[in-house]
């Protein structure tokens, strides 16, 4: 019997989650060769930060990031890593608790901060004064 839309759905995010954390731990694996590592650690680390880059209360671009950007770049990174070592990964982020990211909020609130300040640069000579 075919499976419905619903629990094919729920087998993806289940498998989106299981390669969020296979990526964290390919991170630090040494058998993955050092530029996945680096795709791996950045993917794990947004994925896994608890701050979105773009808020989820932000009509349709507030879910692109959870429904686009982390699957493609959760791809990208799965392409750079041998097979073998990825199914490896795999089995031991099932065993494996959820980590979470400060290096990911950091590296999300500086892109904040970093907007806001050039926002008010731009934009404060052309407040009109009292």
Do not use: C
Request: glycine share 4%.
């Amino acid at each position: 019997m075919d499976k419905t839309w619903t629990e094919r759905l729920k087998e993806w995010a289940l498998g989106i989650k299981r390669d969020v954390i296979a990526l964290w731990l390919a991170a630090q694996d040494q058998r993955v060769p050092w530029y996945a590592k680096v795709l791996a650690a950045v993917v794990a680390a947004y994925a896994l930060s608890p701050i979105d880059l773009i808020p989820d209360f932000i009509p349709i671009l507030g879910y692109l990031d959870d429904v686009l950007i982390v699957p493609l770049g959760i791809m990208a990174a799965v392409k750079l890593i041998p097979g073998n070592i990825m199914a490896d990964l795999r089995i031991k982020a099932v065993a494996q608790r959820k980590p979470t990211s400060k290096a990911g909020v950091i590296i999300v609130a500086m892109i904040w901060l970093a907007v806001t300040l050039l926002a008010v640069h731009l934009l404060w000579p052309r407040l009109p004064r009292p």
